[in-house]
């Protein structure tokens, strides 16, 4: 079973910026890595970004300009650089992880962003 752990999460002033890392229990060289989030009474996760193993990144519009999506294959590490975060950016995010060969897909536990004043 591979797993995901994130940190970083916290509270945070609005404007303010937050860095989210994902670890991964094995190696990432073949995951599509990417960042989402569960906002408050909202039961779907958004896709906010995603980066391929050689590393070309997508963002959805609630994350372009804003936040950057990053990753370190020798660590197995995946970074969501956040920066002036809107108190409409809290919630919960979920790393994912999505290998094709063999097929997998892993999501970690979540972490809690609060942007308020």
């Known amino acids: 079973q591979v797993h995901l752990v994130e940190s970083g999460g916290g509270w945070v002033q609005p404007g303010g910026s937050l860095t989210l890392s994902c670890v991964v229990s094995?190696?990432?060289?073949?995951?599509?890595m990417a960042w989402y989030r569960q906002v408050p009474g909202k039961q779907q996760r958004d896709l906010l970004a995603q980066i391929s193993s050689t590393g070309t990144v997508d963002y959805m519009n609630s994350a372009k300009g804003r936040f950057t999506i990053s990753r370190d294959n020798a660590n197995n590490v995946v970074y969501l650089q956040m920066n002036n975060l809107k108190p409409e950016d809290t919630a919960v995010y979920y790393c994912?992880?999505?290998?094709?060969?063999?097929?997998?897909?892993?999501w970690g536990q979540g972490t809690q962003v609060t942007v308020s004043s």
């Open positions: 994912n992880g999505h290998r094709l060969i063999p097929y997998a897909v892993y």
């Open positions: 094995e190696s990432i060289s073949n995951y599509l």
